[in-house]
């Protein structure tokens, strides 16, 4: 078809051009005849079926396996677990926001917003984490006293490094308490909660660095940065975990023109970290201790680490001055937890994967959405729930543990012929009573297969029917792992299920 309209350009184009047209002439003519035949070409959809798609996960994304779903799993329940322990409500926000409300809350990292096209009158965005919807949910409901949880996917427009855990859609898990209380109270409760998660997971050794927005902008203050440069100053120091100080100097100096001087003066404090003996060496630092933001914050961490040391977590919390967050919104203690190097001397490199949780307070947030400015102080904590999956994941494929992908209890087999409707019965008596059970998908299957099934999905138990068992009102049930078989009666089955496959 298209052959005989490609003949009939060119008949055209000799008839309108003559035999032996100018060049340039020609070839206008061409281009213009073939993009014609281009979109006819489209319009008919050809070549539908010998289209090769490209099957892949768009970049930063990934599926996951139901082998690493069950580690996922593993990890979110222990970390729900600990968040109702701690009396948390959970709420839950829509994936998109008004690009309005996003706008303005990230600094610098406003460019990694996902902007959605315009889909009939509203701006949108993906939401980039889960405190600004929080903020604008409790503005919108004039909610000003919750302790909240909610565990859901973020986007970022980030350059991904996923075998660090970095991703551009990544599920957050944060828990947040929100309403006027005393000083540092909910802050400490925030930084037992990371030290309980953390040390549930079993992830190795880690630390818990802590500072306070004030104490920063103080010390900027005092260093001689320049008011209209804390900000980004400040997202300068927030690379220091990841750059050495000299690469840090040379950006603040050489891109963002700061003072040589007021550099090597905040180089001074940014390496300095401790406990309580340096919030006190600081409170008499004599150029600190002039500044009243710093001196506010000073005063407050002292507190928060006398709260610290009464839950017993002083040993894995560092005071640190070049810890710096660098979102815009916080506004009082800022927190961050990294692993350090793993326990295990086996391993030969540590899995870098950096922060494993964050926070801080931030008392200004929702007063931005609220019509009336009304302040709703909150203080909240994120788990980097991708970054301790990948940590897992790989611990997993090192020791080639097996990982369960099921939860079944136990297979309903059959050692004979014809017994379909036996096993059916049977495993809609086990089903009804909420036993966990399964039945091969055919009408006579071998029993060899039925148990070898059992040992590759690693299910414990194997209750058979037999036609014997079926006389004596009995079934048989084997026990994968040691092969012992006990005949029990049927109506006592349910209860002998649940107790040879209770956890201790």
Known sequence: ELVVLGLGVV?????????????SLFLHQIAK??????????????????????????????????????????????????????GAEVIDTPVFELKETLTGKYGEDSKLIYDLKDQGGELLSLR????????????????????????????R??????????????????FDIAGQFDPMIPDAECLKIVHEILSDLQLGDFLIKVNDRRILDGMFAVCGVPDSKFRTICSSVDKLDKMPWEEVRSEMVGEKGLSPEAADHIGEYVQLHGGLD???????????????????????MKLLFEYLTLFGITGKI???????????????????????QPENDHVEE???????????RYDGLVGMFDPKGRKVPCVGVSIGIERIFSILE??????????????????????????????????????????????????????????????????PLVAIVGEQELKDGVVKLRVVATREEVNVRRESLVEEIRMRTSRP
């Open 157 to 174: 427009r980030d350059n991904p490094a996923m075998t660090r855990g970095r991703y551009r859609e990544f599920y957050q898990c944060d």
């Open 128 to 155: 980039y984490d889960l405190t600004v919807p929080f903020a604008r949910y409790l503005a919108m409901n004039k909610i000003t006293n919750i302790k909240r949880y909610h565990i859901a996917k973020v986007y």
């Open 318 to 340: 560092s005071f640190d001055l070049s810890l710096a967050r660098g979102l815009d919104y916080y506004t009082g203690v800022i927190f961050e937890a990294v692993l350090l």
């Open 350 to 360: 540590p899995v870098s994967v950096g922060s494993v949780a964050g926070g801080g």
């Open 11 to 23: 008949r055209r184009l000799v008839g309108r051009v003559g035999l032996f047209p100018a060049p």
């Open 33 to 86: 005849e073939v993009a014609k035949l281009l979109e006819m070409k489209a319009q008919l959809g050809g070549d539908e079926g010998k289209h090769k798609f490209v099957l892949k996960t768009p970049k930063g994304t990934r599926d996951y396996s139901p082998k690493q779903m069950a580690i996922r799993e593993r990890v979110f329940n222990a970390i729900i677990t600990c968040f109702k322990r701690h």
């Open 394 to 459: 790989q611990r997993v494929e090192a020791s080639e543990e097996k990982i369960r992908t099921t939860e079944t209890q136990v297979l309903v087999a059959s050692a004979q012929k014809k017994l379909l409707e036996e096993r059916l019965k049977l495993i809609s008596e086990l089903w009804n009573a909420g036993i966990k059970a399964e039945v091969l998908y055919k009408k006579n299957p071998k029993l060899l297969n039925q148990l070898q099934y059992c040992e590759d999905t690693g299910i």
């Open 278 to 300: 340096l919030i006190e060496q600081l409170l008499q630092d004599p150029k600190l201790s002039q500044n009243k933001l710093a001196k506010e914050g000073l005063g407050d």
